[in-house]
């Protein structure tokens, strides 16, 4: 017999996932199979008995609008003619769904069910308001903290992916309410070469956007000591209402395109902080080009939020072959040397205290 009161359960960790959401992520060509990589390593590690598994509804139209522009959804009504397109068929039936996750999981935020929901299906940063880019379609981030400001005044956005958040920004470029936070490897060449730190928001949401970037090779000890020395000061002085942390896993050790040097440890540490904040709070995925160690990542960071640590070795199951040679949970380090020194990273925090400074004297605390 169902249990009705297990759904006003507010401890409970909220995750979003059905075959269908699942299916339309997979869709993606460059992620293909990724979703379903790591619904599965979840499910063998026994989490989803840990969590309110609740499945997505898509977007519909009406929504996609409320960010997108009118010429980009006719665009994508239209589709693509076949002879141009070797995958997707239904361009704006996959953006509903893709965009119907992470709208299910703010959701259940605002309705005070849970307060942390998952969904590994979203995190589409760089989708901007009239353009696909960066292998994203829709930007179901921007879409998601709109539903969420329907109850939560102030939102923190913070992007964990190695390339900038551009598409996010952009949007909330203008906005008091909506602080943006990303740390990104920034050089000339590297996509999408936006985010300096005196990038930092216009007209009224100046001083509301926070660019902290690094360079090629960061390791855990320097990305966890950037992320902690500004998530405080910065929580210090806007105090958000609601969090929105993407979880790109393309700042791995070994991701094929990020070129940085992280383990899991530096993502949960970083999750952790977040958590702590005590803040309904919305973890998405994202990047990730290496996607059994994307999959990976999602599985440890979902063993964090619940509070559920699981064992090193990957418990055989259907996709067991990905994770060969070693079958281990970690993702190593490589012996690769960081182009950040410790100098670089005192000097973008110094830049970016100035900034949480003068935004203190916005908000009248000074
Ligand atoms: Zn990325």
Known sequence: MLDDTAVENKGEVVYVADPKLLSWCDAVPVFRQRACL????????????????????????????????????????????????EGAQDEFGLVCGLAGGSLTAARELTSGRTKIALNWCGG??????????????????????????????????????????????????????????SLHRREPGFFPATGAVEDKGLGKGKLFTFNVPYKEGINDKQFVYLFESILYPLCEVFIPDAVVCQCGADALSQDPLGGGNLTLKAYTTCVTHVANLSKPTLFLGGGGYNKSNAAKLWTAIT?????????????????????????????????????????????????????IEKLAEVLGQK
Request: proline content about 4%; some cysteine.
């Open 38 to 85: 790591t619904h599965a390593l979840i499910a063998s590690y026994g989490l989803l008995h840990k969590m309110r598994v609740v499945p997505s509804e898509a977007a519909s139209e009406e929504d996609i609008r409320k960010f997108h522009s009118q010429e980009y959804v006719e665009f994508l009504q239209r589709g693509v003619p076949e002879e141009e397109d």
């Open 124 to 181: 589409w940063h760089h989708a901007q308001r009239d353009m696909a880019s960066g292998f994203c379609y829709v930007n179901d981030i921007v879409l998601a903290v709109l539903h969420l400001r329907s109850a939560f005044p102030k939102v923190l956005y913070i992007d964990l992916d190695v390339h900038h958040g551009d598409g996010v920004e952009n949007a909330y470029l203008f906005s008091p309410k909506v602080v943006t936070l």
């Open 303 to 355: 063993s964090t939020v619940l509070k559920c640590p699981v064992s090193a070795e990957i418990p055989e199951h259907q996709f067991f072959s990905w994770y060969g040679p070693d079958f281990e949970l970690e993702v190593t380090a490589g012996l690769r040397k960081s182009s950040n020194t410790q100098e670089s990273l005192d000097q973008t925090i110094k830049a970016v205290h100035g900034n």
